[in-house]
C-alpha cells in the first residue's frame, strides 16, 4: 500500500488536511475514510497517530471551538463541563488515562512530540529530575524493608542483619530488593562501613575462633576446605570468602578438598614404592626409559594423573 503522508503526522495546507490512503486533500478526513471502508480508529493506529487527533486542518478545528463555545450556555454542555473539571482536578481523569495507555506503545505523533518537548528542557534539570524520583524511590524502598521488620531506618536494619553474619545476598532476598540495589544505595549510608572480614567474623565467633584470620586458615588451609564449603557454613557468597581471604594473605586454592585427597593418594602410593614422592617416583622411572602405561599399571593410577603430577612444581608440594 503506498503511504501519501509521512507515518505520525497530518499534513495540512492550513485549511486542509492531507489523506494517507489516497493523497486528496479534505477539511476533514474522518467523513472520507468510509470511502476506503476504514473507520477512525483504523486509521488512526495504522498511520501512528494520537486518539484524540481530530483528522482535520487547523482552521477547521478553529470553526469547530468556536461553535462549541458559543453553546456553553446550554445546560447539557454546562453540565458535561462541571463533570470533566471535577474529575480533572480529584485526579481520576489523569488515572484513567494512564490506564488506558498501560500496556500500549506511544503512537509516532506523541513520541514526535515527547522528544520535541524533552528537547526543550534543559539537560541539568532534566537530570536533577531523574536524580529526584530515584532519590523518591530508594527512600520510599528503605522505608518499607524497615517498618516491615521492626526497624525505624533501614540503615538500622541493614547494621542488625550484619552484626548476625548475613551476607549482602541474604539480606537482599530477605527484603526483596535486589543484591546489587542494596550494595549501591544502601550500604554507603551505613555508620560505620562494614567490612567482608566483619559479615565473616560472628560465623567464626560462633564456631569457636578468635576471628576472621584463624577461621580461614584452620578451614581453609589446614582441613583444606574449598571456598564454595566455607561460603554455604558461613551462608555468604564466595565473592565474600575470597575477599576475606585476600584480607589476610591467605592464597585460596581452587578445589581446595579433590586436590588434597589426589595428593593424599599420590603420596601413600609413593610410600608403598618407598619413593619421598609421587613425582620423585614418575622422574626416576620415567629416566629409566619406562612407558606410561608401565607406570600407571604399577600405582593404580590413570596414566593422565601421572603426567599431571610430573607437570606441576615441586613447590604446590
Keep these: 500500500m503506498r503511504i501519501h503522508a509521512p507515518i505520525g503526522q497530518m499534513l495540512t495546507d492550513g ?3 492531507r489523506c494517507h490512503l489516497c493523497g486528496r486533500w479534505f477539511l476533514s478526513v474522518a467523513s472520507h475514510l468510509r470511502v476506503h471502508g476504514w473507520s477512525k480508529a483504523d486509521y488512526i493506529a495504522e498511520f501512528g497517530l494520537e ?22 450556555v446550554e ?28 500496556g500500549r506503545r506511544h503512537p509516532a505523533e506523541r513520541r514526535a512530540k515527547t522528544l520535541a518537548t524533552l528537547a526543550g528542557i534543559d539537560p541539568q534539570a532534566r537530570a536533577e529530575g531523574t536524580r529526584r524520583r530515584a ?22 536494619y541493614l547494621a542488625d542483619r550484619l552484626d548476625a553474619g548475613m551476607s549482602m545476598a541474604a539480606i537482599s532476598r530477605e527484603a ?14 551505613l555508620p560505620p562501613a562494614r567490612s567482608v572480614a566483619d559479615r565473616l567474623a560472628p560465623v567464626a565467633r560462633r564456631l569457636g575462633f578468635a576471628d576472621t584470620g584463624a577461621y580461614l586458615t584452620a578451614t581453609h588451609v589446614e582441613q583444606h576446605r574449598s ?9 555468604v557468597t564466595r565473592s565474600t570468602v575470597l575477599t576475606a581471604l585476600r584480607r589476610h594473605g591467605i592464597d585460596a586454592v581452587p578445589h581446595a578438598t579433590k586436590r588434597h585427597l589426589a595428593d593424599a593418594r599420590g603420596q ?12 620423585a617416583y614418575i622422574t626416576d622411572r620415567r629416566a629409566a626409559g619406562l612407558p606410561w602405561t608401565t607406570l600407571a599399571a ?20
Design 15 to 17: 485549511e486542509r488536511v
Design 51 to 72: 486518539l484524540g487527533n481530530p483528522l482535520s486542518g487547523p482552521a477547521t478545528r478553529e470553526r469547530r471551538a468556536a461553535a462549541l463555545l458559543a453553546r456553553r
Design 75 to 102: 445546560p447539557a454542555i454546562r453540565h458535561a463541563q462541571q463533570r470533566a473539571l471535577a474529575r480533572s482536578r480529584s485526579g481520576a481523569l489523569t488515572l484513567a488515562a494512564a490506564q488506558a495507555a498501560r
Design 135 to 156: 532519590r523518591q524511590h530508594r527512600e520510599r524502598l528503605t522505608r518499607e524493608v524497615a517498618a516491615r521488620f521492626g526497624f525505624t531506618t533501614f540503615e538500622a
Design 176 to 189: 526483596g530488593l535486589h543484591k546489587d540495589w542494596v550494595s549501591r544505595h544502601a550500604a554507603p549510608a
Design 227 to 235: 571456598v564454595a564449603s566455607i561460603a554455604a557454613e558461613a551462608g
Design 268 to 279: 601413600a602410593v609413593a610410600d608403598s614404592l618407598g619413593f619421598p614422592s609421587l613425582r
Design 298 to 317: 604399577e600405582t593404580g593410577l590413570p596414566a593422565t594423573t601421572l603426567r599431571r603430577h610430573l607437570a606441576v612444581t615441586e613447590s604446590t608440594y
